[in-house]
């Protein structure tokens, strides 16, 4: 295994890990209500599980010296991962705001939508603006529901998890604006995104975990 010899890229491969690292501390927090809430319990489990996946295909893409065709497909199965991920995203806020059956439907509808996300990159050439449209579309529908849900007073930690949308969104906006930092280590856009990125997961594991905790006889112990 040969690693890159670009300082920025090698940071970018470590910050990858540590979202990977923090995908699967928010999966198992998530996890742990399984048997309280089953569905929805999975749900976000799937969501950490291909986020976390994307995140280590993304280290070794930034980190290691792979042949063109590797690298290629390690990259369509980053965009696959993460368009399932964001769709699931969009369907369990969904759950929380119509319940399991529009849950279930938007869970379902998650991985066409993941495919043709795919699909349509493919198309362009590797353009992936196709990608970043779904992505935003759904992003606003789930902050509009948390927040929704948060000044109704309808699901504990609505508010932390449309808080982490935010940041999602600041995230994005650092890595599209080519910011770079350096400190012990130089940072890229795309580590600073990663830094942001994790920021995000632990806010919303917080949230998640507030609504499956809900009272017996509060709506979100419904779902």
């Excluded at 319990?41 to 295909?57: H, N």
Aim: glycine fraction near 12%.
């Amino acid at each position: 295994m040969i690693l890159v010899d670009v300082p920025a890229e090698r940071t970018t491969a470590a910050t990858d890990l540590l979202l990977a690292a923090v995908t699967l501390w928010a999966l198992v927090r998530v996890r742990a209500f399984r048997r309280r809430h089953p569905f929805k319990s999975t749900l976000w489990t799937w969501v950490f599980a291909l986020s976390g996946a994307a995140a280590l295909a993304g280290a070794l893409v930034h980190g290691v010296v792979l042949p063109g065709v590797v690298s290629a497909w390690l990259w369509r199965g980053i965009y696959l991962c993460l368009g399932v991920a964001v769709g699931l995203f969009g369907a369990g806020a969904a759950l929380d705001l119509r319940g399991e059956r529009a849950g279930r439907i938007g869970a379902a509808a998650a991985a066409a939508a993941g495919g043709v996300s795919l699909a349509l990159t493919e198309a362009a050439g590797g353009d992936f603006s196709a990608f970043l449209a779904f992505e935003a579309a759904v992003m606003a529908f789930v902050l509009a529901a948390y927040t929704w849900l948060w000044l109704r007073r309808r699901l504990p930690g609505a508010g932390a998890v449309a808080a982490a949308v935010v940041l999602s969104g600041a995230a994005a906006v650092v890595q599209a604006g080519g910011a770079e930092l350096t400190l012990a280590w130089t940072f890229d856009h795309n580590g600073l995104y990663h830094l942001v990125q994790a920021a995000a997961v632990v806010v919303l594991a917080g949230g998640l975990r507030a609504g499956l905790s809900a009272a017996p006889g509060h709506p979100a112990a419904r779902v």
